[in-house]
């Protein structure tokens, strides 16, 4: 299946940000919260029945880059996606791993996704209550890879960050997972890199 047989598959692979953990209210999970549910809802609207789209969400919370790489076979390839978003790289940081080594991880999983015929999508991590010198070195090690190797850039810091460089408080209820409006544009800007993508697709059948 693919975008010729009418279906378009994005598998949207990360943490606790892609599966839509929220502290507030972490049991109560609403399904319609995460980002990878939202971003469906806006890509079937733009599409209006063209073509069928489904978003897998393959967040699992507290993962990391090596769990990432390590469950990739499983809960991405198997869905044979067109595209895969690919965010991650908090909890690394978080365990005291450097930019550098998480840069190596991302590197593997975008080569991983073109392994499959997929488009890999690479993801900047999204600012938090105190932005920390090691995120914005590991988003400049994403955008200049991106650049460099010619890979569809999301950067979600940008969408999400105030006038000193945090996150927007609006966008969170603890300085680092987000609520439905942050989770929603997220999904919004995924969705601005999505397009030009699909519409190539749609012009190519």
């Known amino acids: 299946m693919g975008m010729a047989d009418g279906f378009l598959i994005v598998v949207a692979l990360g943490d606790s940000l892609t599966a839509g953990y ?39 919370n507290g993962d990391n880059t090596d769990g990432m790489l390590w469950r990739f076979r499983q809960t991405v390839a198997t869905e044979k996606p067109e595209i895969v978003v690919i965010w991650g790289g908090i909890n690394d940081l978080g365990a005291a791993k450097g930019p550098e080594q998480v840069m190596e991880n991302l590197t593997n999983l975008y080569a991983l996704c073109r392994e499959i015929g997929a488009t890999p999508l690479a993801c900047t991590l999204t600012p938090t209550r105190l932005t920390s010198s090691n995120i914005r070195r590991l988003n400049e090690l994403i955008r200049a890879h991106a650049s460099e190797k010619d ?3 999301i950067d979600l810091f940008y969408g999400l960050v105030n006038m000193e460089g945090n996150l927007r408080q609006e966008y969170s209820d603890d300085g680092v997972h987000l609520t439905q409006a942050g989770y929603g544009k997220v999904a919004e800007i995924v969705l601005g890199s999505l397009v030009p993508l699909i519409e190539r697709w749609s012009s190519d059948q």
Do not use: E, M, S, W
Request: glycine share 8%; charged share 15%; net charge positive.
């Open 151 to 153: 890979v569809v850039l």
């Open 22 to 60: 929220r502290t507030l209210d972490p049991y109560a999970i609403d399904p319609r919260v995460p980002y990878p549910a939202q971003l469906q809802t806006l890509i079937r609207g733009r599409l209006k029945g063209q073509t069928q789209a489904f978003v897998i969400n393959a967040g699992v």
